[in-house]
T-cell receptor, first 114, second 111 residues
Framework: DAGVTQSPTHLIKTRGQQVTLRCSPK?????VSWYQQALGQGPQFIFQ???????QRGNFPDRFSGHQFPNYSSELNVNALLLGDSALYLC?????????????FGPGTRLTVL | DAKTTQPTSMDCAEGRAANLPCNHS???????VYWYRQIHSQGPQYIIH???NNETNEMASLIITEDRKSSTLILPHATLRDTAVYYC????????????FGTGTRLQVFP
């Protein structure tokens, strides 16, 4: 049973560019949450998707957007990249309204903005 | 903002019990205490959670004080592989609620 997978593993972009990160949830999970983790800090919640809709959002600008597909996989898009967007981006999956108190995290995508 | 306070770092000898404290003095009656850990270069991993009773699983034990204002995560026999950052999180009872991480406790297990 595959856990949460993310791609790519590492990514290097320059300021002003756009980036798309991908996440496949754990088998049977229908809810995907995205977190940003800056170096030396704990993960910060970006947003959560359930039934292909954004259900919750953290304190992140509109440059951060997402999408969830019918197969529950998800994408995180960041436009107009800033140096401060350099971080580890984590995807977590869980069961939504059906229950499940545990969020399973993927290994993350390391984004470097130059 | 995180609703918990944890020491920045702790050391523990291999084979000994590691006791990681957490203060959550503003916890509400319907909020749970969760513990996650993050081993270097990996995503966070769920350890245990509880409401008011002590809990134990194959990884750890969670002791919550009677007034629920603090808790302790206990790793009974720490190994080198337990070296990680441990996060104590207060979370509502709604199972879709987001996790709010603080900066955690960096536990170093030494031989």
């Amino acid at each position: 049973d595959a856990g949460v997978t993310q791609s790519p593993t590492h990514l290097i972009k320059t300021r002003g560019q756009q980036v798309t990160l991908r996440c496949s949830p754990k088998s049977g999970h229908d809810t995907v949450s995205w977190y940003q983790q800056a170096l030396g800090q704990g993960p910060q919640f970006i947003f959560q998707y359930y039934e292909e809709e954004e259900r919750q959002r953290g304190n992140f600008p509109d440059r951060f957007s997402g999408h969830q597909f019918p197969n529950y996989s998800s994408e995180l898009n960041v436009n107009a990249l800033l140096l401060g967007d350099s971080a580890l981006y984590l995807c977590a999956s869980s069961l939504g309204l059906a229950g499940g108190w545990e969020q399973f995290f993927g290994p993350g995508t390391r984004l470097t903005v130059l | 903002d995180a609703k918990t306070t944890q020491p920045t770092s702790m050391d523990c000898a291999e084979g000994r019990a590691a006791n990681l404290p957490c203060n959550h003095s503003t916890i509400s009656g319907n909020e749970y205490v969760y513990w996650y850990r993050q081993i270097h270069s990996q995503g966070p991993q769920y350890i245990i959670h509880g409401l008011k009773n002590n809990e134990t699983n194959e990884m750890a034990s969670l002791i919550i004080t009677e007034d629920r204002k603090s808790s302790t995560l206990i790793l009974p026999h720490a190994t080198l592989r337990d070296t990680a950052v441990y996060y104590c999180i207060v979370r509502s009872s709604h199972n879709t609620d987001k996790l709010i991480f603080g900066t955690g406790t960096r536990l170093q297990v030494f031989p």
